[in-house]
């Protein structure tokens, strides 16, 4: 892959009669950056997925996937993703077991991965029951499991938490989060729980009427932190060399506030920081005011 | 193309996991057991129910006879129909003769038999050209004079050439089997079935929502549209084809094979192999073999089975549902049955009708107005439009 992103999409329309859907979304994905998409409902989330995920065909626009034009190669472009549209859609007369087996067998899977997948997706024996007999919860693991068969690049999760109890929510979270470890992947996902979103995702794009709309600075501040050093004057170049200046404002004599792109950056700027004898005394998180993320989203009306 | 077969592999596992499917292939195998023992039933009862017919029929005729007699007797005016008395005589003398042979049939009598009953069929013939029997009655008694004269020929055909008739034509082996299959209802039932089958092989996702499963995997649509498709006419014709040749081979060991060779009548060539209107021709016969008569609706059936299919896949794929689908077409089956019970038999809608061709044997038979070769032609061509819209649709439509 020549391109830094694993997804790029650039003008999409799609227009149902009179209704305008998508207007020019375009937006990109890094290599392993976990993505959240949020918009209020009807905002053009679903569509704009089911877009990547050739359900939806739209009017105009390109779509590529690892490099892949989706439109002029689907087949390959495809490849390189799965999906998991709202409620996962699985085969209810079918065990969890032949579920798997259904699509390990169209993707060419081998009989170690679907073993892998079988233990990742953790039901036992379970697995063996009918798909029908399966609690919400369980119906997202083995989707989630049949997703990740294909170890693929790029992962689309619509509405992952949707219909899942709290117990649901937390485990879908912690297997989110194992899986970012575990797989080399990319993940693009949507969901009106903003702090579902800011929980997992590097980076938040938002949606409404169609249109990407700039992401309100508090979320893109959502990584800021206010360090207390024992010598900010020799941290400066440090933090400096890490984070771009206009991301730091030197609030008094020890206290600096940095906002930075991902979580990753703090654990590189805090070992760079006690590498050189710098002490950090103290550290807080700027909390995200989530109503008024919601109202610079989604407006006055919840439309 | 091995994406495809992988396509065709996975369309299996679904037919066969399909709850749906499982309970209507039982039902399938119930129906065809239900009609071996249908048959085996009316073979035992033939007898007793034509010796029965006969002795109404003979009881009629000379009561017709005898109110004759007083009329003529106690009606000064009365002017008596030569041609009536004769015709009744006959038909009086020749139902007690039959039902003497159905009351104790023997083998050696077959030649008997069969001259018998042509005497019989001529004069009803005679006797509905020259009023004396009304239509309707003879259609009642199964004896409508399209049918009689099939018969008289077949009847002519086994003295000519001395071939042995079986003793009761419900006589049940594995190549009467066969033709029975063709008989009556039993077509529209088997498309039925076919239909039932096919009706959810693309909406069934899309209403269950495993289509966001299965269309977000890394084949275009156009495969998934045509791996669906063959899948589904493949399963089907195979399905069918083993069922018919299980059954043929089982009634075969328990029955024997039966003739290949009996005689059947069917239409003449002028109207089967025509494309256009032949009602001239209608009632015009000759007599093949039963092979060449089995090959000949085996082929029409197959091409109905497959339009059916099309057309079912077509509909719920344009419609967007598996229960108004499944409406409309018991709608368009029972129009069936309505153009067969209240359209005349020269009727040009029966000629352009693709239904009136899943009545098999009247089509073969040439009784209505519907010839062979058209409707081949007709379905092949409507299958071929509606394959091509439904796939456009599929192709493009956004789920």
């Not at chain 1, 067998?105 to 991965?113: G, H, L, S």
């Not at chain 1, 404002?249 to 906002?259: A, E, T």
């Not at chain 2, 899943?358 to 070769?373: C, D, F, H, R, T």
Request: aromatic content about 10%.
């Amino acid at each position: 892959m020549n391109n830094k992103y694993v997804v790029v999409v650039e003008n999409l329309n799609k227009t149902y009669g009179k209704r305008h859907i998508l207007k020019d979304v375009s937006f990109k994905i890094s290599h392993n950056e976990i993505v959240g998409f949020i918009g209020p409902n009807g905002a053009g989330k679903s569509t704009t997925m089911k877009c990547l995920c050739n359900l939806v065909i739209p009017d105009s626009g390109k779509i590529q996937i690892c490099d892949v034009d989706l439109f002029k190669e689907k087949e390959k472009a495809l490849s390189y993703q799965a999906s998991l549209i709202e409620t996962p859609g699985l085969y209810l007369d079918m065990t969890g077991r032949k579920n798997i087996h259904l699509i390990s067998k169209m993707r060419d899977i081998t009989k170690e991965r679907v073993k892998e997948i079988e233990d990742f997706i953790g039901l036992r024996d379970k697995l063996d029951i009918k798909v029908s007999q399966y609690s919400m919860g369980m119906k997202q693991r083995l989707g989630l499991g049949i997703a990740l068969l294909s170890k693929p690049k790029f992962l689309i999760l619509d509405e992952p938490t949707n219909g899942l109890d709290p117990n649901g929510i937390i485990d879908l979270r912690n297997t989110l989060q194992q899986l970012i470890k575990d797989e080399d992947i990319s993940i693009l996902f949507s969901s009106h729980q903003l702090g579902e979103v800011e929980k997992l995702a590097d980076r938040i794009i938002c949606i409404n009427n169609g249109k990407i709309i700039e992401t309100p600075e508090v979320i893109s501040e959502r990584f800021s932190y206010i360090l207390q050093l024992s010598d900010l004057e020799k941290a400066r170049p440090i933090i400096e060399s890490i984070i771009d200046k206009e991301k730091i404002q030197y609030i008094s004599l020890d206290n600096v506030k940095v906002s930075l792109e991902n979580q990753k950056l703090l654990s590189e700027l805090l070992s760079e920081l006690l590498e050189k004898g710098i002490l950090i005394l103290d550290i807080n998180k700027a909390e995200i005011d989530i109503e008024s993320v919601y109202q610079q989203v989604y407006g006055d009306k919840n439309d | 193309m091995i994406k495809m077969i992988k396509l065709i592999k996975s369309e299996w596992s679904k037919f066969v996991e399909s709850r749906k499917n499982r309970i209507v292939l039982l039902l399938l195998i119930g129906y065809l057991i239900g009609l071996v023992f249908y048959y085996v039933k009316l073979d035992r009862e033939f007898f007793s129910i034509m010796e029965q017919n006969m002795r109404i029929q003979s009881f009629e005729a000379n009561q017709k006879s005898n109110i004759i007699s007083i009329l003529e007797e106690h009606v000064e005016d009365y002017e008596k129909n030569p041609n009536e008395v004769a015709f009744l005589a006959i038909e009086g003398r020749t139902s007690t003769l039959l039902e003497d042979y159905y009351k104790a049939p023997k083998v050696n009598d077959w030649r008997h038999n069969l001259e018998l009953e042509n005497s019989k069929f001529k004069n009803l013939i005679f006797g509905e050209k020259n009023e004396f029997i009304q239509e309707t009655i003879l259609k009642a008694r199964n004896q409508h004079p399209t049918k009689l004269k099939q018969q008289i020929m077949m009847n002519e055909f086994l003295l000519e050439n001395s071939m042995e008739p079986y003793l009761s034509p419900y006589k049940l082996n594995g190549v009467q089997f066969l033709t029975f299959l063709l008989k009556r209802h039993n077509p529209m039932i088997l498309i039925i079935f076919s239909i039932i089958l096919s009706i959810d092989v693309f909406m069934g996702e899309i209403e269950e929502g495993s289509y966001k499963l299965y269309f977000t995997q890394p084949y275009s649509r156009k495969k998934i549209y045509w791996s669906k498709l063959l899948s589904i006419l493949l399963f089907l014709i195979v399905i069918m084809v083993s069922l018919i040749l299980i059954f043929f081979i089982i009634i075969s060991m328990i029955y024997g094979i039966g003739k290949g060779d009996f005689p059947q009548v069917i239409g003449s060539t002028k109207i089967l192999i025509s494309l256009t209107s032949n009602v001239d021709n209608l009632g015009n016969f000759q007599v093949i073999s039963t092979s060449g008569y089995l090959i000949l609706g085996y082929v029409l059936l197959l091409f109905s089975v497959i339009m059916s299919i099309l057309l079912t896949v077509a509909f719920s794929i344009l419609i967007n549902s598996i229960s108004r689908t499944l409406g409309l077409i018991t709608g368009l089956i029972m129009l069936n049955y309505v153009f067969e019970s209240f359209l005349d038999n020269k009727s040009m809608l029966r000629f352009w009708l693709p239904l009136s061709y899943l009545n098999i044997e009247q089509v073969i038979k040439g009784e209505v107005n519907a010839s062979y070769l058209l409707g081949i032609t007709i379905t092949v061509f409507l299958s071929i439009i509606l394959t091509a819209i439904s796939y456009g649709k599929f192709i493009t439509d956004d789920l």
